[in-house]
């Protein structure tokens, strides 16, 4: 591992949070070097996040640095350990078996906390090599911004760095590495981990670890790990009606998978809904179907029962513990949920049958199975007061989604008769529903062409969805063909944990 001194600028000063804690919370090791490296893309707004400078981002340095190669002025790299349940079963320790953290800063923007994904081996590898593939790199980091840009709270990615050295999954492979960024690592998996050992002393300096540097407004309450507990419920349930109103699909929802902060964590096997199915499994090794779509909210839930578990130390009753997810975790949902399909669907004001409609809605969606994205970008665009001709002309490009255009008809009937019940002018209710559904998200067939143009050193794919997913709202004409249905080679697509 090199030295930093030659920097050709001033890098933002490292605090290192997360490496003050004892050392029974990780293990201090430095990044693997990769041969040779190079960019393959970067995120512009992760590095203002991070204030770092212009010149850094042009120097030759840069893909060193965020390859591993050369460690930062003031870095103390660690890889943390933690535990967790993997598809419902416990499965021990884990911990990151190819991370490595390079540490924390905090600036006006906040704390951020800098992890190299794929830099090589640690002692939570388990056998494997420690390193990540340019396909799986580059869903992460193109998925970390788009999400961003959908408004939904989640890790952010710098960059993805590549090199020509071979790595074998199913086929050989060549690696990179990901730069995430984030205000912390911290999962329910890291509580779990000292639950699960008796160790009650660690398990309350973690707990008072998060306190202290994410939410400190807990220390006020009258008991700190209650208020935690209830933070991250309530924050996970915002996060999941996120998830379901923009069709994304996690497909791996592992308690060592869920961010304590509330944040989307871990990009592996993930994909965005297309031909609407409730019932649709995005990751391919979910042989059991655990992780579809429909599930996501009650497994969120089932995830947050066993951290309220391993809160049982510090909260003394089980009873205290499961109250604190109950009594947050399903009106944070189903409130969150619920306003965000009203912005969808273009409704001004709830009201009490909203919830109804929004279920007949999906059972429709779930019936006919249009496009999740184009059907609610293009209903965004209908009149909800044309009559005749000019209505059947209006209405036409979202019938297209629907073979049975009778039942389309149908439902926009209703659509039409509940905003008349709160009556709003049609321009302003579609520029609102615009704003509510993106007209571009991270299909997976997007992030696939990409990526194959990236395995022949062109760059260029990544860096045009990345510009366009930065910004999904908008209507951006340029970008027009990466808002089309999926093409037929699409069709046979898989995503496993590998990925």
Not at 268 to 285: L, T, V, Y
Not at 294 to 309: E, G, K, M, S, T
Request: hydrophobic letters at 40%; a negative charge.
């Amino acid at each position: 591992m090199n030295a930093p001194e030659s920097l050709p600028v001033e890098f933002p000063v490292f605090d290192n949070s997360f490496a003050a804690l004892p050392e029974a919370f990780y293990t201090r090791l430095e990044p693997h070097p990769l041969p040779e490296p190079y960019v393959v893309g970067v995120s512009t707004e992760v590095a203002d996040l991070l204030g770092l400078p212009a010149e850094l981002m042009h120097s030759p340095q840069f893909a060193e640095i965020f390859a591993g190669n050369r460690l930062l002025p003031g870095s103390e790299p660690l890889a943390a350990v933690y535990s967790g349940h993997q598809f419902g079963v416990w499965a021990g320790q884990l911990g990151d078996g190819r991370a490595h953290l390079l540490g924390g800063l905090r600036n006006d923007q906040g704390h951020w906390e800098i992890q190299l994904k794929g830099a090589g081996r640690t002692p939570y590898s388990r056998g494997a090599d420690g390193r990540a593939v340019l396909r799986s790199s580059i869903r992460e980091f193109l998925c970390s911004e788009a999400m961003a840009g959908l408004g939904v709270p989640t890790t952010r990615a710098l960059c993805v760095i590549g090199a020509d050295q071979p790595v074998r999954r199913e086929e050989i492979e060549t690696a990179a590495v990901v730069a995430r960024v984030a205000p912390g690592f911290v999962r329910f998996g890291s509580f779990e981990h000292w639950a699960s050992r008796d160790r009650s002393r660690e398990l309350q300096q973690l707990a008072d670890y998060v306190i202290d540097t994410f939410r400190p407004e807990c220390r006020d309450a009258e008991n700190p790990y209650d208020a935690l507990l209830r933070d991250v419920s309530r924050r996970t349930g915002e996060l999941i009606a996120h998830w379901m109103a923009v069709g994304f699909m996690h497909g791996v929802m592992n308690t060592d998978n869920m961010s304590i902060l509330g944040l989307t964590l871990d990009y592996g096997p993930f994909g965005f809904m297309e031909a609407f199915d409730a019932g649709h499994i995005c990751n391919h090794s979910d042989h059991q179907g655990r992780y579809t779509y429909r599930n996501q909210p009650h497994v969120a839930q089932w995830n947050l029962y066993c951290l309220a578990d391993a809160f049982l130390p510090l909260l003394k009753h089980p009873d205290v513990s499961r109250a604190a997810v109950d009594e947050t975790y399903g009106d944070a949902f189903a409130q969150t949920f619920e306003r965000l399909m009203c912005a969808k669907l273009g409704l001004r004001h709830a009201l009490p049958d909203d919830e109804n409609f929004i279920g007949e809605t999906f059972g429709f969606l779930q019936q006919h199975r249009p496009d999740f994205t184009l059907f609610f970008r293009r209903l965004s665009r209908l009149s909800g007061g044309l009559d005749g001709e000019a209505m059947a002309k209006a209405d036409a490009p979202l019938r297209d989604l629907f073979v049975d255009r009778a039942a389309c008809d149908a439902w926009l009937a209703n659509w039409r008769a509940r905003l008349a019940q709160t009556p709003w002018d049609d321009g302003e209710r579609q520029a609102s529903m615009l704003a509510a559904n993106p007209k571009y998200v991270l299909r997976n067939w997007l992030a696939e062409a990409a990526i194959r143009k990236a395995k022949l050193k062109d760059y260029s794919g990544v860096q045009r969805l990345l510009t366009c997913l930065r910004r999904p709202y908008d209507e951006q004409p340029e970008f027009d063909d990466l808002a089309a249905l999926p093409p037929d080679w699409a069709s046979g697509l898989e995503v496993s944990c590998s990925s």
